[in-house]
């Protein structure tokens, strides 16, 4: 591992120890910590709502059924995972490069009586401590967005997964070229959120492919996703301000936030699915 791959993995596990140990009755406890989804523009759903659907259609898309074994790539704080196990009957294994989501993680996979299904543990999604063909199935739920090399993360889960297994994620990416006034909202967020090189949706058919995958889906849900989700984070901070900064430090909570975001349509959302070539015999 180079020494820049590896500043970026020790960023990324700071950034998140942080924010695992904040949590409020708006943040935190079994809330999904990604960005929400709304089916129809006409959905009234609060933002808790949306991030459960969102998970809930991650699942729909992944197909795993009951003994499946399905990596989890940048597990979060686990809700994700649990909820997986619970919908599917599979065993699922989650990894992050956060200690204290690691922690915080298997205490929540305690609580929910699926220690015998979940399990989370420290790696780094570059170079997976798995054999190869491990799992049927990898999901990497606004993760990859944080990797510098996502031909070597791809990569690696098409190494682990299974011959006709599926892979699932989640990207962000530039929908238009973004104009000059928007410029600093969107580079702060990058830097900020330590986030890897800015993609199109055309580059993925390429870096798929360059992993040794097969592309299924690669669709624009920005619509579904990126502005309620951006004014609902923007609702809860201005609701948690004095708590957010006691606990994280107002400087990082101004970091951090995401409302400068909002009018940047220019931004988008992606859902990728792909696919390992070869031999498959469980059904579809």
């Known amino acids: 591992m ?17 924010m695992a140990g904040f949590e409020s009755e708006n943040f935190g406890g079994d809330h999904n910590l990604h960005f929400g989804y ?5 959905d ?6 949306a991030e459960e659907r969102f998970t809930e ?7 795993a059924k009951p003994g499946d074994q399905v990596l989890d790539v940048g597990c979060g704080m686990g809700t994700p995972a649990i909820r997986l196990a619970h919908s599917t009957g599979g065993k699922v294994v989650g990894v992050t490069v956060s200690h204290e989501q690691v922690k915080r993680a298997g205490i929540r996979a305690t609580a929910a009586g699926l220690t015998d299904r979940v399990s989370f543990q420290y790696a ?19 993760s990859i967005i944080h990797m510098p090399d996502r031909v070597q993360v791809l990569r690696e889960m098409a190494r682990v997964v299974r011959p006709g297994g599926r892979i699932v994620l989640t990207d962000f990416f530039e929908r238009a070229p973004v104009p000059e006034r928007k ?11 330590v986030m890897g090189p800015i993609v199109k949706i055309d580059d993925y058919p390429g870096l798929v492919r360059e992993a040794g995958l097969r592309l299924v889906e690669v669709s624009d849900i920005s619509e579904q996703v990126m502005r309620r989700t951006l004014e609902g984070i923007a609702e809860r901070i201005d609701h948690d301000r004095k708590h957010i900064d006691n606990t994280l430090g107002a400087e990082l909570a101004d970091d951090l936030g995401l409302s400068d ?6 931004l988008g959302y992606l859902l990728v699915v792909a696919e390992l070539p070869g031999n498959d015999t469980r059904s579809s």
């Open 183 to 193: 410029r600093a909202a969107v580079e702060k967020f990058y830097e900020n959120w």
């Open 57 to 63: 259609l991650m699942i729909e898309k992944l197909r």
């Open 124 to 142: 780094d999604a570059a170079a997976l401590p798995f054999a190869a063909g491990s799992f049927d199935a990898v999901w990497a739920l606004e």
């Open 261 to 266: 975001l909002i009018e940047v349509w220019e």
């Open 38 to 42: 709304w089916d129809d523009p006409a």
């Open 2 to 18: 180079s020494q820049t791959e590896s500043d970026v993995v020790n960023q990324v596990g700071t950034l998140y120890d942080q």
């Open 44 to 49: 009234t759903w609060p933002l808790e709502r």
